[in-house]
């Protein structure tokens, strides 16, 4: 495993080779933090609560920023990057089918994930207490266990396979809970009614630019502003989807394009 700087961002290239979760020194820690959690001393005068071997587990966990995981690892295991709050961004190789439980639990500045298009299970508060505001689950997810994305408080946009089962709890604590009861049914249908065809064409895994077009063709080009029942547009959907590389602003010159050239055939 190696880190350099990418974006900016101190990036850990993940490779499996070495196990960088330690139960003895998490618990020391957790211990420790939770002690002094209503004290008045600062972070680095906590630290000092540690041993040196702790000491210096959180500080090297508390460097990383991004995390690319690389080609070969088939799965992340469970607590691999749990308290490491600096996390900001995961891209996780095509390679990755399971993440265990607790894997990224309460890694508070985690935003944005890349999942791998192979993904087949999400572990119990894999991704808890992070920081996320919209997550594309693949179409080969069959399972979200409980509370996998709970206590992200800023999750609003969650794209489900009609097949995946989600666990109890897995959003709870999110503003998308706020839309139950009813909420994890529509979700798991990606707005089945045929007026949402675009969410559901902007959301799905791949868009296609002649799917997308034929329907911009029946609904016109406002479609790309009109809300679900959540609040979210089409063109939100499309400019967050990860597995995409089409931009609305191409979308409609090329649309724009292809109706010109009709009418001066015509």
Excluded at 51 to 67: A, D, G, I
Excluded at 91 to 107: G, L
Excluded at 124 to 139: G, N
């Amino acid at each position: 495993m190696r880190t350099e700087v990418v974006d900016g961002l101190l990036t850990l290239f993940y490779d499996g080779s070495k196990n960088l979760f330690n139960a003895n020194l998490y618990i020391e820690y957790d211990v420790v933090w939770q002690r002094l959690r209503k004290s008045d001393l600062t972070k680095e005068e906590k630290m000092n609560y540690l041993s040196p071997e702790c000491q210096e587990y959180v500080k090297e966990r508390w460097t990383w920023e991004q995390v690319i995981v690389e080609e070969g690892v088939t799965f992340i295991q469970g607590n691999t990057f749990a308290l490491c709050y600096n996390i900001e961004s995961v891209i996780f190789a095509n390679t990755v089918t399971i993440i265990e439980d607790y894997a990224f639990y309460r890694c508070k500045k985690l935003a944005c994930i890349k999942l791998s298009v192979n993904l087949e299970s999400v572990g119990r508060s894999a991704f808890h207490s992070c920081k996320l505001s919209s997550v594309f689950l693949p179409p080969r997810c069959r399972i979200v266990h409980t509370k996998a994305f709970a206590r992200n408080k800023n999750l609003i946009n969650l794209v489900v396979p009609r097949g995946t089962e989600l666990g109890p709890d897995c959003i709870t604590g999110t503003k998308l809970a706020e839309f139950a009861p009813r909420l994890l049914t529509w979700i798991k249908n990606i707005n089945a009614d045929d007026k949402y065809a675009l969410h559901r064409a902007c959301a799905s895994y791949n868009p296609l630019k002649e799917v997308i077009f034929g329907i911009i063709e029946e609904k016109g080009l406002k479609a790309f502003k009109e809300k679900n029942e959540i609040g979210i547009t089409p063109s939100r959907y499309l400019q967050e989807n990860p597995y995409t590389d089409l931009s609305e602003m191409d979308i409609v010159r090329d649309y724009m394009s292809k109706k010109l050239n009709f009418q001066e055939y015509m």
